[in-house]
């Protein structure tokens, strides 16, 4: 049975950094690509990183591009998410997500995730 166990969020001022952790365990060992999501309150899931756990090629829409970094740890199955530059709207649930099969549509579909961790609170104050 797979596990996604979030960690690091928290609450932190506006233009600080965070960085998110997410250990993956259980079959499979390894995954095509990880993500991560976010949703905040009264607002739909929206796609934040993701990449390609062979190819290390990674992914992010404009609002977070250039402040956010997703990276992986092969040897620990983990994938983080440095975030700098916080702003309030990053204020969010972060989700970690991954799937072990290839990406169909597009990497910034939720639906194409298998698995999914159960979030860690990152609130940013202006």
């Known amino acids: 049975q797979v596990q996604l166990v979030e960690s690091g969020g928290g609450l932190v001022q506006a233009g600080d950094s965070l960085r998110l952790s997410c250990a993956a365990s259980?079959?499979?060992?390894?995954?095509?690509?990880m993500a991560w999501f976010r949703q905040a309150p009264g607002k739909e899931r929206e796609f934040v990183a993701a990449i390609n756990w062979s190819t290390r090629s990674t992914i992010y829409p404009g609002s977070v591009k250039g402040r956010f970094t997703i990276s992986r740890d092969n040897a620990k199955i983990t994938v983080y998410l440095q975030m700098n530059s916080l702003k309030p709207e990053d204020t969010a649930v972060y989700y970690c997500a991954a799937t072990p099969g290839p990406i169909v549509r597009s990497y910034y579909a939720a639906e194409e995730y298998e698995h999914w961790g159960q979030g860690t609170q990152v609130t940013v104050s202006s």
């Open positions: 259980g079959r499979p060992a390894t995954y095509y690509a």
